[in-house]
């Protein structure tokens, strides 16, 4: 069983930043590739960035040069620094950690960016 537990969520002014936390109960974290997604209200989830266990990252053409994906595998959590931030970006942001046929979600913390 692993557990994911997001925070740093909340209300923003466009062109602000908010960064996001997960931590995550894996034993063996590392093996662990790591994702934040996203989901709007009436749309599908998305993924926003992901990184390997390997440490190789990608993202969401959308979000490139404005959002980083970090992990810390000594403290077994994810982050994801979001600057620029643009009233497209609102949504609920998952985290996600997967290992072969295993994929662990977080409850969600909401982003709410004004304009």
């Known amino acids: 069983q692993v557990q994911l537990v997001e925070s740093g969520g909340g209300l923003v002014q466009a062109g602000g930043s908010l960064r996001l936390s997960c931590a995550v109960s894996a034993s063996i974290f590392r093996l662990y590739g790591v994702g934040w997604y996203r989901q709007a209200p009436g749309k599908q989830r998305e993924l926003v960035a992901a990184?390997?266990?390997?440490?190789?990252?990608n993202y969401a053409d959308s979000v490139k040069g404005r959002f980083t994906i970090s992990r810390d595998n000594a403290k077994k959590t994810v982050t994801l620094q979001m600057n620029s931030l643009k009233p497209e970006d609102t949504a609920v942001y998952y985290c996600?950690?997967?290992?072969?046929?295993?994929?662990?979600w977080g409850q969600g913390t909401r982003v709410t960016v004004s304009s």
């Open positions: 996600n950690a997967n290992i072969g046929r295993d994929d662990y």
């Open positions: 990184a390997s266990s390997g440490g190789l990252t």
